[in-house]
């Protein structure tokens, strides 16, 4: 009985370390819902967006966040703008991929990830002006319908902070490369517009640029993000 008793003892701690190990990678494959505080109030494009991520190793996780926008769902600096108008129409969605850094404490963690995104803005735009492709000529008009598409990579860096077990937020900045396409169609009473002795339009921060410049054009992204997330 004890020579069993011995034999026994190896296989009971071996199948006690694997059923442990088996427990701290069911804890450690979790999942993050996400709600950007950014997106809907401090942009010009308002929209909604919410995301899920999901660890698939100890230390990768994959994502995908989608958003959503319209006139009559914007507040903030949307509707304060020109940017927006009653027939505002915003959809986007970003997959990415994410690596955990070493955590320096139990409420922070760091991780950098690669994001793609796609960006589809439609409008219809009464009484405004809108720039070609290198910023000249300007032409004004009575009515237009406007369309932009943007495409793109990110590299970010997240930094999430755990008010709890389950609640914090992540704050995400990051630099990639960006492919923008705005297209106008419809155009009524277009009128040409010199607009040579200009300096930049009084554009501030080259929106004016990045929003009414006609044509494809491709430069660098600039990617900042404050969000409130769940740990499910």
Same mark, same amino acid.
């Given at each position: ?9 190896? @296989?009971?701690?071996? *199948? ?45 996780? @994959? ?44 409420? *922070? ?57 389950? @609640? ?18 419809? @155009? ?45």
């Amino acid at each position: 009985m004890k020579n069993k008793t011995i034999y026994l003892l190896p @296989v009971l701690t071996l *199948l006690s370390l694997q059923v442990k190990a088996q427990d701290t990678i069911q804890a450690e494959r979790s999942s993050i819902v996400t709600l950007s505080l950014l997106s809907p109030t401090f942009s010009f494009a308002p929209r909604y967006n919410v995301g899920y991520m999901y660890r698939v190793a100890p230390r990768w996780w @994959v994502g995908l966040e989608a958003g959503y926008g319209t006139y009559g769902s914007s507040f903030g600096m949307g509707t304060s703008s020109d940017y927006a108008d009653k027939d505002y129409r915003i959809f986007e969605v970003r997959p990415e991929v994410f690596y955990s850094l070493r955590n320096p404490s139990r409420k *922070l963690k760091h991780l950098v990830s690669a994001e793609f995104f796609y960006i589809n803005h439609k409008d219809h735009f009464t009484t405004d002006s809108y720039y070609e492709n290198h910023g000249y000529p300007e032409y004004r008009y009575d009515a237009a319908d406007y369309k932009r598409i943007k495409t793109g990579v990110n590299i970010n860096y997240n930094l999430l902070f755990y008010f709890s077990d389950r @609640v914090g937020l992540n704050w995400k900045t990051g630099f990639g490369v960006k492919r923008r396409d705005i297209t106008y169609s419809n @155009v009524v009473n277009k009128t040409f517009v010199d607009n040579s002795g200009d300096d930049e339009h009084g554009d501030w921060f080259g929106i004016d640029r990045s929003i009414e410049q006609n044509g494809t054009h491709t430069n660098l992204s600039f990617n900042m993000d404050l969000k409130l997330f769940y740990k499910i």
